[in-house]
């Protein structure tokens, strides 16, 4: 699967549902690269959608 953005919340919901399909991917592996990918993406989008006080 290719990602570019997260963005829209049904973006961020759809990601993570992946994410928790993909936890335990071997590093490395397509499923351990689009993990990471998702992983970079999901923090963006936290960062910029719920900072920090």
Known sequence: MQYE???TEADY???LKRL???TGAPP???E?????AL???ISAYEDDHFPED
């Open 5 to 7: 953005f997260l963005r």
């Open 20 to 22: 928790e399909a993909l």
């Open 28 to 30: 490395g592996s397509p």
């Open 32 to 36: 351990g690269d689009e993990l990471q």
């Open 39 to 41: 992983l970079e993406l």
């Open 13 to 15: 919901d759809q990601a």
